[in-house]
Every structure is written in C-alpha cells, then in structure tokens.
C-alpha cells in the first residue's frame, strides 16, 4: 500500500510568520492529496486538497503544492494566527483511489503570539 | 445543523465486553468511513461503505462489524474488547468516494 511520510512532527512560529510542512508518498498512483487539521478533543477537519493534475493550489492564507516526479506535497500558511495551532495530517489516496485515504503521521504546529 | 454525529463520545468498559458505537450523517453524502486514530495520533481507515454497500475493509480483526441499514448511518460493533481496541474512532463521510470530507467529533473508547 501507500507509505506517506511527514515533516516535521512539531513546527513553533512567531505570530504573522508562514509555517510549512511537507509529505512524501510512495505509490505513484496517488492522485488526490488533501490535509486536515485537527484541533484538540476534535476530528480531523478538510482544510484544503489538490489533485495530480494540478500543481498548485491557494485557499485564501493556505496553500497546497505538488510535485508528482518528486512525490511530495506540501502545505503553505502564510501570516500565521494563533488559531491556526493544531495538528495538521497530509493524506494520500494510493492506488485504489480517494476512498481509502493513507495518512501522515501528523505536524504539531504552534503559532506563538 | 448539517454534520456528521457521534455516540457515545466516551467509552469506559472491561476487557472482554461488547461494545457498539453509532454515526449519523445529515449531509446527505452517500460515503461513510470508520477510522481508529491510536496514542500516537495516527490515523488509519478501517471501513468505507458507499450507498449502504462495503466497499473498503481494512486489516481489522472479525472483532469489529460495521453495519449501514442506510446511506446515513455507519454503526461500528466491537466484540469482545481487548486492551489495544484503546483509541479514538472517528466516524467520516464524502460526497461519492472523493475521499473524507467531513468528520464526526470521535468516540473515546478505553479498554481497561
């Protein structure tokens, strides 16, 4: 199956500052990479997506790239606030499509004020 | 209020025990999943159903039956609990099987 690997486990930045946090993915065959951030005692909620036939995506302060020859991903957020700590977790859809979602081991992310 | 619900949010049981835990979606998706998030945090899937039909079943021991009596419900029965059944089960769904959209606030079972 799909291996996706993230980096780092936990990110602290300044308030204001960007925060960026990459993944790899083995199986070529990924074609849907979405994100979630989670909040403590809550679930995983979509935040942004893109999908292998783009290679950039913006949502506003967030923002998603790809590099399908590199098999990376990462996700970019620019002028950090405070409520943007969380965990955050890449996924990769893997061979048998978006349905079954592979998941990253998760970035602690901290916006200090 | 459209969202994709929970119960019980807590679980406190023995070893050995049967347990069942419910989800409801009103977001009319026809894709639910069960994922198990351990200590560690990771997240893995456990089962996906589209339109009340299985579709995905992950390495998951017999123990564990989900059951969909219709495209808005996903229930999850765990027989005979063990200690490392411990974890957080999200419930999810999607708009067809573009992958999990929305999440529910997760079940918090302890095995003790």
């Known amino acids: 199956g799909e291996n996706v690997e993230q980096h780092p486990s936990t990110l602290s930045v300044q308030e204001g500052d960007s925060a960026v946090i990459k993944c790899t993915y083995s199986?070529?065959?990924?074609?849907?990479f979405p994100w979630y951030k989670q909040e403590l005692g809550k679930g995983p909620q979509l935040i942004i997506d893109?999908?292998?036939?783009?290679g950039e995506k913006k949502d506003q302060r967030i923002a998603v790239t790809l590099n399908k020859t590199a098999k990376h991903f990462s996700l970019h957020i620019t002028e950090t606030q405070p409520e943007d700590s969380a965990v955050y977790f890449c996924?990769?859809?893997?061979?048998?499509?978006?349905?079954?979602?592979?998941f990253g081991t998760g970035t602690r992310l901290t916006v200090i004020p | 209020d459209t969202a994709v619900s929970q119960t019980p949010k807590y679980l406190v049981t023995q070893m050995g025990n049967d347990k069942s835990i419910k989800c409801e979606q009103n977001?009319?998706?026809?894709?639910m999943y069960w994922y198990k998030q351990d200590s560690k945090k990771f997240l893995k899937i456990m089962f996906s159903?589209?339109?009340?039909?299985?579709?995905i079943n992950e390495t998951v021991p017999n123990r564990f039956s989900p059951k969909s009596p219709d495209k808005a419900h996903l229930n999850l029965h765990i027989n005979s609990l063990e200690l490392g059944d411990s974890a957080v089960y999200f419930c999810?769904?999607?708009?067809?099987?573009?992958?999990?959209?929305?999440f529910g606030p997760g079940t918090r079972l302890l095995v003790l």
């Open positions: 999810a769904s999607s708009q067809n099987l573009q992958g999990a959209e929305k």
């Open positions: 199986d070529s065959a990924s074609n849907y």
């Open positions: 893109i999908r292998s036939n783009v």
């Open positions: 996924a990769a859809s893997g061979q048998t499509g978006a349905n079954n979602l592979f």
């Open positions: 977001l009319g998706h026809d894709t």
């Open positions: 159903y589209n339109n009340k039909e299985l579709i």
